[in-house]
């Protein structure tokens, strides 16, 4: 008996829980699939399945023990089966895991007995009301009004989004392929949604740049970027390259684009994607919060790093682990400053993120207004349920995301 796949989405959720890591799968293995669906189920779940934890398991129990019966009780929930049958599966499952089999069992016949009570005695704790660590959501309830939508809005999981490449290929022929390939997908404005996850390089026109996974929110981005023609453009923080996507189908391939970012193994993933999807991109491993370009541009997208609120759907990690939200305003603002420096005089500055905390975004925004005379912010239409002083943000009921865009004009 083989318990691979328990043991890989064990693997996974330790890392995420306890040491911090972003929850992501190894997508080269065959049961990639599972091991998501049950790793994203657990945290979708945390606070209830921990709370449910602490009634029927001994304190400072193993952690791999904790975990897996997070798993089985996400199982359990989403059982279309016999779930005693399940039940008698999952103990023997742990048995080959290493696990007390007899605790195992007892455990998920108590869960199964007392699940509805539990959930009784859980109403009115925010935490596993809304599955999300009480200092983040403090921050959304003192700056949202409408912070139930978002918190409601980030826990439907999210679909992958494609951005067609039009310089490679014309929209109607890529629907036409994957219609062919019988790709289950809707058509949603600009961007291809995806009914069903597969792997992404199997469908058809992957090898010769067709597509790239983009999600619906930052899609809508090209609508709203500056009508001038710039003729040097810098991607402040450019991998993968979805960005560069962007502005090569809304400015064509006559300007020139610096595609810049800091990362290593980021970068290594945009030189990938630039030759796939053929961007003619200048690369450069660059701090974009101190690095001096040598040259100015006419257009500057700075997409800062940020504490990623936005994309709970699809890693609701986010708003499970202890962190600080606002690690990053430093280095925001230094990225700011530094790169309004090197923007010529006429030029615009696109700042993004993919936040929903104003201290990342319409303050910071705020900040550069206070700093620099010769900046305006340009009018952006204000878009769905959620409201900015500056800028706008962006959402999509597919992806399930939310983006911050701010474009600045320099005079």
Request: charged share 20%; glycine share 4%; with cysteine.
């Amino acid at each position: 008996m083989s318990a691979v796949t328990e043991k890989e989405t064990v693997a996974c959720l330790e890392a995420t829980l306890y040491k911090r890591k972003p929850f992501n799968v190894d997508k080269t293995e065959a049961n990639t699939g599972k091991v998501k669906a049950w790793g994203l189920g657990v945290l979708r779940n945390y606070f209830f399945y921990q709370f449910c934890l602490n009634k029927l398991l001994r304190k400072n129990s193993p952690r791999p023990l904790s975990i897996y019966l997070m798993i089985c009780f996400f199982r359990l929930d989403t059982s279309s089966t016999n779930t005693a049958k399940l039940v008698n599966a999952m103990v023997e499952q742990s048995k080959v895991m290493g696990l007390p089999a007899s605790v195992v069992n007892a455990v998920l016949r108590q869960y199964m007995l007392n699940q509805e009570k539990f959930r009784i005695k859980a109403r009115g704790v925010e935490s596993i009301q809304y599955n999300m660590r009480p200092e983040l959501l403090g921050r959304l309830k003192s700056h949202h009004q409408c912070w139930r939508e978002i918190v409601r809005f980030m826990q439907e999981p999210s679909a992958v989004c494609l951005a067609v490449c039009q310089h490679n290929v014309s929209v109607e022929d890529m629907i036409f392929q994957l219609q062919e390939a019988e790709v289950a997908f809707s058509q949603e404005g600009p961007a291809i949604v995806l009914e069903r996850f597969g792997h992404i390089r199997q469908l058809p026109g992957y090898e010769k740049g067709w597509f790239t996974v983009l999600s619906e929110a930052n899609q809508q981005i090209e609508a709203l970027l500056p009508d001038a023609r710039p003729q040097a453009i810098l991607d402040a923080c450019a991998a993968p390259g979805g960005k560069s996507v962007m502005l090569r189908s809304r400015y064509g391939f006559k300007p020139r684009v610096v595609a810049a970012d800091n990362d290593s193994l980021r970068l290594t993933r945009l030189q990938e994607n630039n030759a796939r999807l053929g961007l003619k991109l200048e690369i450069v491993e660059a701090d974009s919060a101190v690095y001096d370009y040598q040259e100015p541009f006419d257009l500057i997208w700075a997409d800062v790093p940020c504490s990623a609120t936005g994309v709970i759907a699809k890693h609701p990690e986010i708003a499970i682990q202890e962190r600080d939200d606002l690690q990053n305003q430093m280095q925001q603002r230094q990225m700011l400053e530094n790169l309004w420096a090197q923007l010529s005089s006429g030029g615009h500055l696109v700042y993004s993120t993919c936040s929903v905390l104003p201290e990342e975004n319409e303050q910071q925004v705020a900040w550069l207004l206070s700093q620099q005379q010769d900046a305006s912010v340009v009018t952006m239409p204000q878009q769905g349920w959620i409201k900015g002083q500056h800028g706008c943000y962006l959402t999509s009921e597919h992806s399930r995301d939310v983006v911050y865009i701010a474009v600045l004009a320099k005079h």
